[in-house]
């Protein structure tokens, strides 16, 4: 919004020409949001409990550890929901469609887990059916929004990591494919969220890690050394992206173990689902996997668990997601977040190395 009228008034002074440049309106960003998240975050907190009222918001199939957690708040996410989103519409272009897609699942998925969240305040469940067609609806909207906006060589492409401008046309399944992302980004998320602090340092880093990605694929002149494809206009993704990362730091003061706050499906579904679009609309989906390599560790081994058990009725994990198997295994808890976010630090290394190798 600044953008849109404060570089008009450069003829007063030329401080104001500074908001033109996605640097600075990145870094606005995610002090913006650093600082709502440090201002509202204990008064949400003291409004949680009372409205929490005592329930549980522990996850059901957990290990007995987590008992010691019961009655601590969860849709947290609402903060972080709060923060990116005033954040950005301060910070960034506001007639880039690019950025109205991402909040529009930003948000969208954000209600379908604060919906979720609030049912189980009272020991009810959305239907994971509904929840499905509900992500499903809002990732579709999305989806054709951001391919109108795309120029006509990457409308139904997908590029490949260590390829030089090498783009797959995946023709009718690209929409599909694009959702499959979203979706399985936003759940993934989902599954990781299950420790003090474990998913939000990933998907900062992962945040981060798109921030300079979209910089990179928005600007003619990096996107052609570089040998990816270019997507006009999509550098104001950046401030999404600095919003993201300071409302997660802002989040993570209170979600260090032991969390105050927990971010629950409102935070986690959102998170996630915006990582998956900006993975879409920056044409890195590939990369996603990798960067987001942690939270494909975590829903494979879901995965491979339900199937070893219907098949054979054996587990491979003492419990799943991953985490889980490692705290049965005797790993503290603290032990298990720390070594997680070196490894999300590691693939997230490894993903932008295929930036530049080509």
């Given at each position: 919004m600044l953008y849109n009228f404060l570089p008009q008034l450069d003829e007063y002074?030329?401080?104001?020409?500074l908001f033109r440049y996605i640097t600075v309106r990145t870094g606005g960003a995610l002090i913006t949001a650093l600082c709502i998240s440090f201002l509202v975050t204990p008064l949400f907190i003291k409004w949680l409990k009372k409205i929490q009222n005592g329930a549980s918001n522990v996850r059901k199939y957990t290990p007995e550890t987590h008992l010691k957690k019961h009655g601590?708040?969860?849709?947290?996410?609402?903060?972080?929901?709060?923060?990116?989103?005033?954040?950005?519409?301060?910070?960034?272009?506001?007639?880039?469609?690019?950025?109205?897609v991402v909040l529009i699942i930003t948000i969208g998925y954000?209600?379908?887990?604060?919906?979720?969240?609030?049912?189980?305040?009272?020991?009810?469940?959305?239907?994971?059916?509904?929840?499905?067609?509900?992500?499903?609806?809002?990732?579709?909207?999305?989806?054709?929004?951001?391919?109108?906006?795309?120029?006509?060589?990457?409308?139904?492409?997908?590029?490949?990591?260590?390829?030089?401008?090498?783009?797959?046309?995946?023709?009718?399944?690209?929409?599909?494919?694009?959702?499959?992302?979203?979706?399985?980004?936003?759940?993934?998320?989902?599954?990781?969220?299950?420790?003090?602090g474990l998913a939000i340092v990933p998907v900062m880093i992962a945040g981060a890690c798109f921030g300079?990605?979209?910089?990179?694929?928005?600007?003619?002149?990096?996107?052609?050394?570089?040998?990816?494809?270019?997507?006009?206009?999509?550098?104001?993704?950046?401030?999404?992206?600095?919003?993201?990362?300071?409302?997660?730091?802002?989040?993570?003061?209170?979600?260090?173990?032991?969390?105050?706050?927990?971010?629950?499906d409102t935070g986690s579904l959102s998170l996630g689902g915006a990582l998956g679009t900006i993975a879409v609309i920056t044409k890195h989906e590939l990369v996603l996997a990798i960067i987001g390599g942690l939270f494909v560790l975590e829903t494979t081994s879901v995965i491979i668990q339900v199937i070893s058990f219907k098949l054979t009725g054996k587990r491979v994990f003492a419990m799943a997601p991953l985490h889980h198997h490692y705290e049965k295994k005797g790993w503290h808890e603290s032990t298990i977040v720390i070594r997680f976010w070196i490894i999300a630090l590691i693939l997230a290394i490894i993903g932008l190395a295929t930036l530049k190798l080509r």
């Open positions: 002074s030329q401080i104001f020409n601590t708040p969860s849709m947290g996410g609402l903060i972080i929901l709060l923060s990116i989103s005033i954040s950005t519409i301060i910070w960034s272009d506001i007639t880039n469609k690019y950025v109205w954000g209600l379908i887990g604060l919906l979720d969240d609030y049912l189980k305040l009272s020991k009810q469940d959305l239907s994971g059916k509904l929840k499905l067609l509900l992500q499903i609806l809002i990732s579709f909207i999305a989806v054709y929004v951001a391919q109108y906006e795309f120029a006509s060589e990457l409308k139904t492409t997908l590029a490949i990591p260590f390829m030089k401008n090498y783009l797959l046309d995946l023709g009718i399944l690209f929409i599909p494919f694009a959702i499959f992302v979203i979706i399985g980004s936003s759940n993934a998320v989902n599954l990781t969220d299950g420790l003090d300079l990605i979209s910089y990179i694929v928005g600007n003619v002149i990096y996107s052609e050394y570089l040998f990816i494809p270019y997507v006009k206009n999509v550098g104001e993704i950046s401030i999404f992206c600095g919003a993201l990362v300071g409302a997660s730091l802002g989040f993570l003061w209170f979600n260090a173990p032991p969390a105050k706050l927990f971010m629950g």
